[in-house]
T-cell receptor, first 112, second 113 residues
Framework: DVKVTQSSRYLVKRTGEKVFLECVQD?????MFWYRQDPGLGLRLIYF???????EKGDIPEGYSVSREKKERFSLILESASTNQTSMYLC???????????FGPGTRLTVL | AQSVTQPDIHITVSEGASLELRCNYS??????LFWYVQSPGQGLQLLLK??????LVQGIKGFEAEFKRSQSSFNLRKPSVHWSDAAEYFC???????????FGAGTRLTVKP
């Protein structure tokens, strides 16, 4: 079974802090994704990566950056957390473009 | 770019009743279509997917979906709903030539005893 793990299920940070969300997949997938999920808005793509050190912006990249130094790991960075970044963050991976994505359990981030 | 609409935000059905969740997509070519389910506090789990071939697709947990190109729809069905089916359901559309999978806003299913 594909497994996608995220470093924290719940996280509470203060405004202005730098926040790292880690995601690891164990199936050698090329593609990895970061989404945020808010009620009524579904999933919105923040960034995705199609190879090591390669990344592309999604729909809402402002305030976020990413890092993919190894194929299995994809990190989401909030350089200076703000209250409007309070949300559920979901990481996913896929083998092929357009194919089924496998999701981690999510990190619920609260920024105070 | 592709897009997807789930017209129903919230649906309530009685346990044992049939279920149909609607999904409409927009894409110029043949899309890749998916239904995912999300239980509270969890990530998304794939129920079923359509790439090509038979337009009626069977999935896990007794779900099925039918691709209708003429209606740009991919509705999810289940003949008899169980209380454990209460969750949020997301329709998604992808394409073979990009990584831009689009998700609908979701439909929350409540099951009455």
């Amino acid at each position: 079974d594909v497994k996608v793990t995220q470093s924290s299920r719940y996280l509470v940070k203060r405004t202005g802090e730098k926040v790292f969300l880690e995601c690891v997949q164990d199936m050698d997938h090329e593609n990895m994704f970061w989404y945020r999920q808010d009620p009524g808005l579904g999933l919105r793509l923040i960034y995705f990566s199609y190879d090591v050190k390669m990344k592309e912006k999604g729909d809402i990249p402002e305030g976020y950056s990413v890092s993919r130094e190894k194929k299995e790991r994809f990190s989401l960075i909030l350089e200076s957390a703000s209250t409007n970044q309070t949300s559920m963050y979901l990481c996913a991976s896929s083998l092929f473009r357009g194919d089924e994505q496998f999701f981690g359990p999510g990190t619920r981030l609260t920024v105070l | 770019a592709q897009s997807v609409t789930q017209p129903d935000i919230h649906i309530t059905v009685s346990e044992g009743a049939s279920l149909e969740l609607r999904c409409n997509y927009s894409y110029g070519a043949t899309p890749y279509l998916f239904w995912y389910v999300q239980s509270p506090g969890q990530g998304l789990q794939l129920l079923l997917k359509y790439f090509s071939g038979d337009t009626l697709v069977q999935g896990i947990k007794g779900f099925e979906a039918e691709f209708k190109r003429s209606q740009s729809s991919f509705n999810l069905r289940k003949p008899s709903v169980h209380w454990s089916d209460a969750a949020e359901y997301f329709c998604a559309v992808g394409a073979s030539n990009n990584n831009d999978m689009r998700f609908g806003a979701g439909t929350r299913l409540t099951v009455k005893p």
